[in-house]
């Protein structure tokens, strides 16, 4: 009970602190909005290919959403010494830090949300599979700040975060088959696209969207779900090695 | 004490930890009693933060035991931090949250209920004398305050042992007072207290016992009175002189060899016998030397002369670290 008390507190406080504040809550809502009108006015298309655009902006709204905000809800927490608190507390680290990124994945999870809003407005989603998106944004959302929290604790500087993020961010948009298909990259770099966790998050969306997956979903859920182990772990690795020297 | 409850409350056994290959603490090893004042004395880079950092799990030893409350730490970092309190040398407050917010986080990070917090976090603005700035932004608050608040959320839980690293380091002189003066109430209401200073007066105000450590070593451990005895024995004066020649020293000491002279620093002499000093005949034969007497004063033995005997660091290197520090006594 009384880890539970801390864990509430420590997502409760990172939300009032970072994630609720209102330059947030618009990234939030302007972010989504760009990449669809982008896409609109560069594949020329109308409201029709709304279906298959939506899939890529709910992938790239989570990642965004979630990796931003870990260099400052760790790293600069780290940097400025209050996270050594968080470290004295009688809680084991794994706990710690399922508090300190909860927070990360409840608002990369809400921010899916902001272009289904805006598509149900927009478009007919009557045949989405909403049973199978929803665990799917959920999914991403927690392997998109896991991979974002194994960025945050690998260095010390938050601008070193921010720029380290966009080192992974920006190539998972073009790479992860969110936008165009995987079949359509050179071939040479096909094999880079199935090493990154959001291309099984991406699958999944694209199944329950317009049924145009290209796995099993079971085999996706599997992957994204390996990943977000394998990067959580990397991360608790990295933290008693490099912060509880 | 309670019966098979534990004779010390922390337990250092060889205790050894290194940064690239040099040596920060050294093979030390010391025990605290339950409800004692422990000082831990020593320049900056001696090695006391490390050590704090080691008995509290932000650090890892290189090897060496650890017991707190008879649990043992090395292994698992986590076992004691329930019953411990910690009080860095910077505050590590949350900048965006008002004194009452920070308090109430703390106390949930020891997974205290809502009431309770709320209850433990305006006691404590009331004793630290923060009631006025309680809603406050703790980034807005002068040093002083955030110092008090640092203590106050080190204490939230009431822990039975609380570490303090330098609490008084780089704050003005009533908030320093007032802060060892809580630390006295601390530990008479029963509290543990680990303390880590380079400010002697401070440990010799506070504490009961002291470890001295210097480039991560322990060089003597002792109560305060038996510290301080060697050189209670002994009488010491001060002499001011001025036009002095750079032998006045040993022609002092031929002159009278019960005495011992030793030029502290430019222009003051240190006196010291078993014996009472007259001033009259010193002055005489100083003067006699072509040299003028400015100021003669007794000194009171402090436990910076201990510290000078025991450790040969010179009470100047202290107070520029002082001085560096930004701090007041």
């Known amino acids: 009970m009384k880890r539970w008390i801390a864990f509430w507190n420590i997502m409760l406080k990172d939300m009032r602190s970072y994630y609720l504040k209102p330059p947030n809550i618009s990234w939030g809502l302007i972010f989504p909005a760009a990449w669809t009108g982008m896409f609109f006015i560069k594949t020329g298309t109308g409201l029709e290919s709304i279906p298959e655009l939506l899939p890529g902006v709910i992938a790239v709204s989570i990642l965004f959403g979630t990796t931003s905000m870990l260099a400052v809800t760790v790293t600069f927490e780290k940097k400025n010494r209050s996270f050594e608190r968080l470290l004295l507390a009688p809680l084991p680290l794994e706990l710690l830090m399922l508090a300190k990124t909860s927070g990360a994945i409840l608002f990369g999870a809400a921010n899916a949300f902001v272009p289904i809003i805006l598509a149900v407005f927009l478009t007919d989603l009557s045949g989405v599979a909403w049973m199978i998106v929803i665990p799917a944004v959920i999914m991403i959302a927690i392997a998109s700040t896991f991979l974002g929290l194994s960025i945050a604790v690998s260095v010390s500087e938050v601008f070193e975060a921010q720029t380290f993020s966009n080192f992974f961010r920006f190539p998972m948009i073009f790479l992860c088959g969110l936008f165009f298909p995987i079949s359509s990259l050179p071939m040479f770099l096909r094999p880079l696209s199935y090493l990154l966790p959001l291309t099984y998050g991406a699958d999944i969306l694209h199944g329950a969207v317009h049924g145009k997956n290209i796995m099993p979903l079971a085999l996706d859920f599997t992957v994204i779900t390996a990943f977000c182990i394998l990067l959580f772990s990397i991360s608790l690795r990295n933290i008693h090695r490099r912060w509880i020297i | ?329």
Do not use: W
């Not at chain 2, 025990?31 to 004395?41: D, K, Q, S, T, Y």
């Open chain 2, 1 to 329: 004490m309670r019966a098979g409850a534990p004779d010390f409350l922390i337990e250092v056994n060889q205790l050894t930890k290194t940064f690239n290959g040099v040596p920060a603490v050294d093979q030390i090893s010391f025990r605290v009693g339950p409800g004692e004042l422990f000082g831990f004395l020593g320049p900056n880079g001696a090695g006391k933060t490390t050590t704090i950092n080691m008995l509290t799990g932000l650090a890892r030893p290189d090897s060496g035991t650890i017991r707190i409350a008879g649990l043992e730490c090395v292994t698992n970092p986590k076992a004691a931090q329930h019953l411990i309190g910690v009080i860095p040398d910077e505050s590590n407050l949350y900048p965006e949250l008002s004194g009452f917010d920070n308090l109430c986080f703390c106390a949930s990070l020891y997974g205290m209920k809502k009431g309770q917090r709320r209850a433990r976090a305006r006691e404590l603005l009331d004793t630290f004398g923060l009631k006025e700035a309680a809603n406050r932004k703790f980034a807005g608050y002068s040093k002083g305050m955030k110092r008090k608040l640092t203590i106050a959320a080190g204490i939230i839980h009431h822990p039975r042992i609380l570490f303090l690293d330098e609490p008084t380091s780089g704050i003005d002189v009533a908030s320093a007072r007032r802060i060892r003066q809580l630390i006295a109430e601390l530990n008479d209401a029963g509290t543990t207290i680990f303390l880590t200073t380079h400010y002697l007066e401070e440990a010799e105000r506070l504490c009961k016992r002291i470890a001295f450590i210097v480039k991560g070593r322990i060089v003597r451990t002792d109560t305060i009175a038996d510290l301080l005895q060697p050189i209670l024995e002994k009488k010491a004066m001060l002499i001011s002189v001025s036009n002095a020649s750079g032998d006045l020293c040993d022609r002092l000491s031929s002159a009278f060899p019960r005495f011992e002279f030793q030029a502290v620093s430019s222009g003051h002499i240190r006196v010291e016998s078993a014996d009472a000093i007259h001033i009259g005949p010193l002055v005489r034969f100083i003067e006699s030397q072509g040299a003028e007497v400015t100021e003669a004063r007794r000194l009171q033995p402090s436990l910076e002369d201990v510290f000078v005997r025991v450790t040969g660091i010179e009470p100047d290197v202290m107070k520029k670290e002082k001085e560096k520090a930004g701090g007041d006594l």
